[in-house]
């Protein structure tokens, strides 16, 4: 058990019997009356976003994540296998559990698998990567009306904004956090 006062951004914990994971927190001390700590939380099981106010003095369970290196293989379907870069085994993952990180999902990316009591509650990819551009929009020297960048699509299907400077079959970073072009490689 932890008290309120000491949630982290990303820390996962227990809340009347849902698993949790922190996004937001805020400590605030009104003039008047006690302390309370207000969170925004994702529901692990649903993905749903929950703000939720604490008193100061309320404690909740911490839980404990296992997180595992493993490599994308390939897709077949609604599943998606992934292999064990300790064990070399192989486990497949529906589509439902990763579905936000689909469209930065490459084959043969090492990403992080996280475990609550053997059950995968989702996946961590690497903060940026590069990625090859199918098609995107033909720049047109000295528009900058539209803020100077125009729509790219990734390798994965994905469409994001690039630079107008950007063309196809270039390669970029993209933040997978943000989802933002970070540089041309």
């Not at 590069?130 to 539209?146: A, L, Q, V």
């Amino acid at each position: 058990m932890i008290g309120v006062n000491e949630l982290k951004n990303g820390l996962t914990m227990k809340y009347k019997g849902t698993l949790y994971q922190v996004i937001e927190f805020q400590h605030v001390k009104p003039g008047k009356g006690p302390a309370f700590v207000r969170t925004k939380l994702r529901n692990l099981d649903s993905s749903a976003i929950q703000d939720i106010t604490f008193n100061s003095n309320e404690k909740v369970e911490k839980a404990h994540i296992e997180k595992k290196d493993m490599q994308y293989l390939y897709s077949n379907g609604d599943n998606y296998s992934f292999m064990d870069m300790e064990s070399y085994e192989q486990m497949d993952i529906d589509k439902k559990i990763i579905k936000d990180q689909l469209k930065f999902l490459v084959e043969n990316t090492i990403i992080q698998i996280a475990f609550y009591e053997n059950r995968i509650i989702g996946l961590t990819l690497p903060e940026k990567m590069t990625f090859s551009i199918n098609s995107c929009e033909p720049g047109i020297k000295g528009d900058t009306k539209s803020g100077g960048d125009k729509n790219a699509e990734l390798e994965t299907g994905h469409t994001i904004r690039v630079p107008l400077f950007v063309e196809e079959s270039d390669q970029i970073i993209v933040n997978t956090q943000t989802g933002q072009y970070v540089s041309r490689v």
